[in-house]
C-alpha cells in the first residue's frame, strides 16, 4: 500500500510505503510523520492506493542519488509514524485545498500552509483553555425584522442549498440577517468572511452577544497559539460559527450548512503575496463541495457578482430601505475648480459644515485615500522628484518621521536640504496626504479633536480597535483617513461625511477603477446618518463631470453598472472573460529586455497570430507580454502577459503551456494571478 503525503511546502503530494502495522489505520486527512530530505516532516495523507497500481508516482528522495532515478525502479521510503487517531482534516476541505491548488496553478501543498495554522505541523497544541475577551458585551436587544428582512430570510432559509447575493443599502439590515440565517441552521455551522478593515469589535460584539462563546475569530492580529486554539476548537466541533477574514474560509467544519461573505464587492479578499487566491471565490468553492448555501452580501455588489445575480447564477435578494425608514444622506458634488479655498485641501462649504456639525455635537468622518504627508517632493528650479531606488515609485512625504516612504516595499530615505541634482534649495511639497489634511484641519479648527486613521497610525495591535471605541465615546470630533474610514463602521453620531481630494480614485489605468471609485465613495456616504440624525456627505473634486459623480450622488447601482458592464463587454474583460496574468521578473533591466524578446518568439508559436477571441468556446487571446505599468518593484524589472479566454480551463491549459516552454529559461522568476483583481 502506498499513500500520497502533502506537506505544508510549495509542491504537490509524495509518494511513500505504507507499512504492514499501519495499513488498517491510515486515512486521508490524517496527519502521518515520514522521512523527507534528511530529516522528517509532518505531512498530511491525501490519499492511499494499493501498490498494484501503477500510479504517478513523486519521489521524496530528490536530492538522493542512489534513490533518485527516475529511468529505474524507484525505492519509496516509507511512512514512520500516524499522528492522529482519526482524520484531522475533514474530507470535504481536503477536496477544497486540492482546487484551490489546482485552480490558482499553484500547488496543494501551498494551499494546504495557507488553509491550516503552521503549528498543526510542529505538534504544538493551542494556548490552555478557553478563548478570553477583554469585556463583557451587552446581551443582543430582540429585533423584529422588517418586511423586506423576512423576505430575504425565507428566501435562504427555505432553500437547502445555492448561492445568493443579498443586495441591501448600507444600514438596511444586513447583519441582522446573517445572525438569523446562522441560527436557523440547527446544529450545523457556519462561516461568515469579512474584510480586514470591518473586522472591529462592532461585528464582533454582535455576534458574540448572539453565539457567546461558540464565535470564534481569525484575524491577522492572532498568535500563533491563539490560531491553533481556535482551529482546534472548530475542529473539535466545540464552534457554531468562524468569524474571520481570508484564512476563515477554511474553517475545518464538519458539519458546515453556511458560508457568509459581507462586502462580497472588496479587493481584500483577494491575498497579493504568495497563493493569489481570492477568499470569495474559493468561498463559493467550498459551498459547492459542500452542498450548502452561500450568502454574498454587499450595499455595492461587484460587477461580476451583478452580473451573475442578473444571469439567475446567484438568486438575487434586495433590501432598499434603511432601518427605520432613515433617509440616505444627500451627496453634494463641491466643484474645486470654482469654490472658495479656506486652505489647500478645504474649501470653505465644507470646513463650514464641520464647524455647524461640532457645534450640534454631531461628529464627522473625511477621507483621501492616500496616506503621508505628499505624495511627492519636488525641486522647483529643476523638476527633480525622489523615487524610490528598488521601484519605479514616487516617494511619498511623512511628515512624522521626516522620511520618505515608499508604499510599495515600505523602504525609506531622508530628504536632504537641497536638490541631489541641481543643488537648489526650492523644495517643494506637492499633492496631498492624510498628514497634510490633519495638518491643515488643525490649523484651520484648532479646538477641534482629530484623529486619523491610515495603516501608518494602525500598525500596533489594538490601535485600530481603540480609535473605534474613541469614536464611539464621542472622544474624537473629526476622524480623518484613507479608506479605512469607510469601511463597516456602525457609528450613529457620525452626520457628516467627506472627501477631499475624489481625484485620486479616478484616473489609475486599470479596467477596475471606476468600480473602486463608486464603492468606495457609496461605503463612506453609507457611515453618515446610522442613527436619529439624518447624513450630509461631501465630495471635493477638481473633475465634477466625471461620470462616476452622478451615478454616487443618485445611489444608481443600476445605472452605473450599466454603464460599467457595457465598457466590460466591449473590451470583452470580466465577467465576460476571465483573465490569467503571468509576470515576468528580472534582476538586470537589458537582460530583461533580451529574455523577453526571446521568450516572445517561444510565445508566437503557442499562438500564431492573428490571435482574436472568437465568441464563446475556447478561443483564448493574449495580450503582450509587454512591460508592466510598474516597471519596477524591490529591484525586479517587470513585464507581464494578460490571458483572456471564456473557458477557465482552456485558459490555464495554455498558461501552463507557456509556463512549460519557459521552465528552462533562467533569470526569470515568474508569477502567476488567477483572475488578477489589478493588471498594474
Ligand atoms: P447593514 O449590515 O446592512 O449595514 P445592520 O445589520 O448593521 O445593517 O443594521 C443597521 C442597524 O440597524 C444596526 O444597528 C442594527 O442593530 C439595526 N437593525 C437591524 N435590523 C433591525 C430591525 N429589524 N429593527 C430594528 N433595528 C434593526
Ligand atoms: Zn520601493
Same mark, same amino acid.
Given at each position: 500500500? %502506498? ?160 448561492? =445568493? ?45 448572539? =453565539? ?150 454631531? %461628529? ?118 484613507? %479608506? ?34 463608486? %464603492? ?28 462616476? =459623480? ?131
Amino acid at each position: 500500500m %502506498q499513500a500520497n503525503i502533502l506537506f505544508p511546502i510549495n509542491a504537490e503530494a509524495f509518494t511513500y510505503l505504507v507499512p504492514e502495522e499501519l495499513k488498517g489505520k491510515i486515512k486521508p486527512g490524517m496527519r502521518v510523520l515520514a522521512p523527507f530530505k534528511r530529516g522528517k516532516k509532518v505531512g498530511i495523507v491525501q490519499s492511499t492506493v494499493v501498490s498494484s497500481q501503477k500510479s504517478v508516482v513523486r519521489n521524496q528522495n530528490k536530492d538522493d542519488a542512489a534513490s533518485c532515478n527516475t529511468h529505474k525502479e524507484i525505492t519509496l521510503k516509507s511512512i514512520e509514524a500516524i499522528l492522529d487517531d482519526e482524520p484531522l482534516i475533514p474530507e470535504n476541505l481536503l477536496k477544497l485545498i486540492q482546487w484551490v491548488g489546482q485552480y490558482y496553478m499553484s500547488t496543494s501543498g501551498l494551499a494546504l500552509k495557507n488553509a491550516v495554522p503552521s503549528g498543526i505541523f510542529e505538534g504544538k497544541k493551542g494556548s490552555r483553555g478557553r478563548i478570553t475577551y477583554d469585556h463583557e458585551v451587552t446581551p443582543a436587544k430582540k429585533i423584529n425584522l422588517t418586511a423586506e428582512q423576512q423576505k430575504a430570510l425565507s428566501e435562504i432559509t427555505s432553500s437547502g442549498s445555492g448561492a =445568493f447575493l443579498l443586495h441591501g443599502v448600507t444600514g438596511s439590515g444586513k447583519t441582522e440577517i446573517y445572525i438569523r440565517a446562522i441560527e436557523e441552521l440547527g446544529d450545523k455551522e457556519a462561516i461568515v468572511l469579512v474584510p480586514e478593515i470591518a473586522l472591529t469589535t462592532q461585528i464582533v460584539d454582535r455576534f458574540r452577544a448572539r =453565539f457567546h462563546d461558540k464565535v470564534v475569530f481569525f484575524h491577522s492580529g492572532l498568535s500563533p497559539g491563539e490560531r491553533i486554539t481556535s482551529w482546534m476548537k472548530i475542529r473539535k466541533g466545540e464552534a457554531k460559527v468562524a468569524l474571520g477574514v481570508r484564512s476563515a474560509v477554511f474553517a475545518p467544519f464538519r458539519n458546515l450548512g453556511l458560508i457568509i461573505i459581507d462586502e462580497e464587492h472588496e479587493a481584500s479578499y483577494k491575498q497579493f503575496e504568495g497563493l493569489k487566491y481570492s477568499a470569495r471565490d474559493v468561498a463559493l468553492a467550498r459551498a459547492k463541495i459542500e452542498g450548502i448555501k452561500i450568502i454574498l452580501g454587499s450595499a455595492t455588489p461587484s460587477i461580476e457578482s451583478f452580473y451573475h445575480a442578473k444571469k439567475g447564477k446567484l438568486g438575487y435578494l434586495e433590501l432598499t430601505q434603511r432601518i427605520e425608514q432613515r433617509p440616505m444622506p444627500r451627496i453634494e458634488i463641491i466643484d474645486m475648480t470654482k469654490e472658495e479655498k479656506e486652505s489647500l485641501s478645504y474649501s470653505k462649504k465644507l470646513l463650514d459644515v464641520l464647524k455647524v456639525n461640532i457645534s450640534q455635537g454631531h %461628529q464627522s468622518l473625511i477621507m483621501l485615500n492616500r496616506r503621508g504627508y505628499s505624495p511627492f517632493l519636488m525641486c522647483t528650479d529643476c523638476g527633480y522628484t525622489y523615487k524610490c531606488p528598488a521601484c519605479s515609485i514616487t516617494l511619498t512625504y511623512h511628515k512624522d518621521t521626516k522620511t520618505l516612504n515608499c508604499h510599495y516595499c515600505n523602504s525609506y530615505l531622508k530628504p536632504q536640504d537641497i536638490c541631489p541634482e541641481c543643488k537648489g534649495i526650492k523644495i517643494k511639497y506637492i499633492g496631498l496626504g492624510t498628514q497634510r489634511i490633519e495638518e491643515e484641519l488643525h490649523e484651520l479648527l484648532p479646538e477641534l479633536n482629530l484623529k486619523r486613521m491610515d495603516r501608518d497610525t494602525t500598525t500596533k495591535k489594538l490601535s485600530h480597535y481603540r480609535i473605534v471605541k474613541d469614536m464611539e465615546d464621542k472622544k474624537i470630533d473629526v476622524l480623518l483617513g484613507t %479608506q479605512m474610514v469607510a469601511k463597516g463602521h456602525d457609528f450613529p453620531n457620525v452626520t457628516v461625511a467627506a472627501v477631499v481630494f475624489a481625484d485620486v480614485a479616478l484616473n489609475l489605468p486599470d479596467f477596475r477603477s471606476s468600480e473602486r471609485t463608486f %464603492q468606495l465613495f457609496t461605503q463612506l456616504a453609507g457611515r453618515a446618518g446610522r442613527g436619529d440624525v439624518p447624513g450630509e456627505v461631501y465630495i471635493q473634486t477638481y473633475e465634477p463631470d466625471h461620470y462616476v =459623480f452622478d451615478h454616487v450622488r443618485n445611489y444608481d447601482h443600476a445605472g452605473f453598472y450599466e454603464k460599467e458592464i457595457e465598457l466590460r463587454r466591449e473590451l470583452s474583460y470580466p465577467p465576460y472573460s476571465k483573465l490569467i496574468r503571468i509576470v515576468f521578473n528580472f534582476r538586470n533591466k537589458e537582460e530583461g529586455v533580451k529574455i523577453m524578446k526571446g521568450i516572445s518568439g517561444k510565445i508566437k508559436r503557442i499562438f500564431p497570430p492573428p490571435t482574436s477571441l472568437p465568441k464563446g468556446g475556447e478561443g483564448v487571446e493574449i495580450l503582450g507580454p509587454s512591460p508592466a505599468s510598474i516597471e519596477k518593484i524591490r529591484y525586479y524589472w517587470r513585464w507581464h502577459l494578460v490571458l483572456k479566454g471564456k473557458d477557465s480551463r482552456s485558459l490555464r491549459r495554455k498558461a501552463a503551456e507557456i509556463i512549460e516552454t519557459l521552465k528552462d529559461v533562467k533569470n526569470v522568476r515568474i508569477d502567476v494571478d488567477v483572475d488578477p483583481i489589478n493588471l498594474l
